[in-house]
Nanobody, 125 residues
Framework: QVQLVESGGGLVQAGGSLRLSCAAS????????MGWFRQAPGKEREFVAA????????NYADSVLGRFTISRDSAKNTVYLQMDSLKAEDTGVYYC??????????????????WGQGTQVTVSS
């Protein structure tokens, strides 16, 4: 089992920045792809970003490309999501996720097995 705990969410004005962290514990996650998804009120959960097991490959949703950066520190068992130039439409609950079997930075929700509880991000316009 892998446990994921997100932190770093909060309230920020449009144009501002936030950095989300996801600490993993339990069985090693270094061989697994990790990712971030988000869910806005009244909407389905959507892909935000993913990173391969080695960190050499990343994948982003078009809506965040150029503004968000995903990274991982395997020594600390932590994945980060740096969010810059935030917009009101970035508001939502952000979930960290890890795949049990896939090593690639996929945007497919079905490939991810473990999920955190989520952290709220609110961007005021």
């Amino acid at each position: 089992q892998v446990q994921l705990v997100e932190s770093g969410g909060g309230l920020v004005q449009a144009g501002g920045s936030l950095r989300l962290s996801c600490a993993a514990s339990g069985r090693t996650f270094t061989s697994r792809a990790m990712g971030w998804f988000r869910q806005a009120p009244g909407k389905e959960r959507e892909f935000v970003a993913a990173i391969s097991w080695g960190g050499g490959s990343t994948n982003y949703a078009d809506s965040v490309l150029g503004r968000f950066t995903i990274s991982r520190d395997s020594a600390k068992n932590t994945v980060y999501l740096q969010m810059d130039s935030l917009k009101a439409e970035d508001t939502g609950v952000y979930y960290c996720t890890a795949s049990r079997s896939s090593a690639s930075a996929s945007n497919l929700e079905g490939l991810y097995t473990y999920w955190g509880q989520g952290t709220q991000v609110t961007v005021s316009s």
